[in-house]
Structure formats: C-alpha cells, structure tokens
C-alpha cells in the first residue's frame, strides 16, 4: 500500500514494508523509515493528589525558597 505524501522528511509517498516479524513504513523518494510505536498493554488511571502543585502566592514560595538555602558557615579571620 502506498501512503501520498505521509514521509515526515520529504512529504514523499511511504510505502508500507511487511519484513519477518516487522512492519513498517519507508520512503519512496528519500528511503527515510519509520517503526510503527509499541501499544501499550495496559493503562491505569492513577488519581494525582498532589496538593505542593496548587496555586501559591509569590511571597510565600519566596519565603519557603529563602528557607531552603543552606547557610555557609562563617569564614575564619
């Protein structure tokens, strides 16, 4: 089968290329060859309960940011 100008190089004609154990797509003009993506098996929804990515005030992402510094320790004369 013959895809019309799908090539993501050259927008040339890709042509669908059954190998042993693999298919995949390769360009006419430019020979460019693209795999097709692994499916995943399976997907589970996984609820986000993440409440440090709400929306918080500049100041106090600013204090919380001043707090997290380590403090040098003092040079000696």
Same mark, same amino acid.
């Given at each position: 089968?013959l895809y019309t100008?799908?090539?993501p190089?050259?927008?040339?004609?890709?042509?669908?290329v059954?190998d042993?154990?693999?298919?995949?797509?390769?360009?006419?003009?430019?020979?460019?060859?693209?795999?097709?993506?692994p499916t995943?098996?399976a997907v589970?929804?996984?609820?986000a309960? +993440?409440t440090w990515? @709400? %929306?918080?005030d500049r100041?106090?992402?600013?204090?919380?940011?001043i707090s997290?510094?380590?403090? +040098?320790?003092?040079? @000696? %004369?």
């Open positions: 089968m100008k799908a090539c190089r050259c927008q040339g004609d890709m042509s669908r059954e042993i154990g693999d298919t995949y797509f390769s360009c006419v003009q430019c020979g460019h060859t693209s795999y097709a993506a995943p098996e589970q929804a996984v609820d309960q +993440r990515l @709400a %929306a918080v100041t106090v992402a600013r204090k919380r940011r997290r510094t380590p403090v +040098r320790p003092a040079q @000696a %004369a």
